[in-house]
């Protein structure tokens, strides 16, 4: 059996800041060729995307994925909903979290799976203020002791 690559093409640091990150899920993606193209270029933007539940499945809205620069003019629109492929059970876990107050779906990073484009989403809860303080003096604090360790300060 060979061992599968993963290569990240984008990652979402603001839902790292923004949310508590409680469940990570996995999910396939529906994408147009020329996407795909673009993606592996890099051209995708999660910042400001999230994912809701309609129905039986799972969309991706607000996610940039920049027309491809040698596509044809039926590039599909760069912030168009994408579905989500995941199973039946995944999708209930998430519409039964996401029914209750605070909880939100949000994409945290899109990678290669090999040949395949997947995403990384997670059940977040939203940080208090006081919260996003603590975790930047956190975050200050581990960076000041990694400088002092390699005698950077």
Known sequence: MQKQS???????KKAY????VEETFEAGVILVGSEVKSIRAGGVNLKDSFVYIRG???RLLNTHVAPYEKGSHFNP???RERVLL??????NKLRGKVEQKGYTIIPLRMYFKDALVKIEIGLCKGKELHDKRRSLKEKD?????ERQIRGDY
Request: charged share 35%; proline share 0%; glycine share 0%.
């Open 6 to 12: 993963e290569r990240t093409v984008a990652v979402n």
């Open 17 to 20: 800041h923004e949310y508590f």
């Open 56 to 58: 039986t499945s799972a």
């Open 77 to 79: 629109d760069a912030r």
């Open 86 to 91: 995941l199973n039946k059970n995944e999708i």
């Open 141 to 145: 604090l581990k960076r000041d002791a």
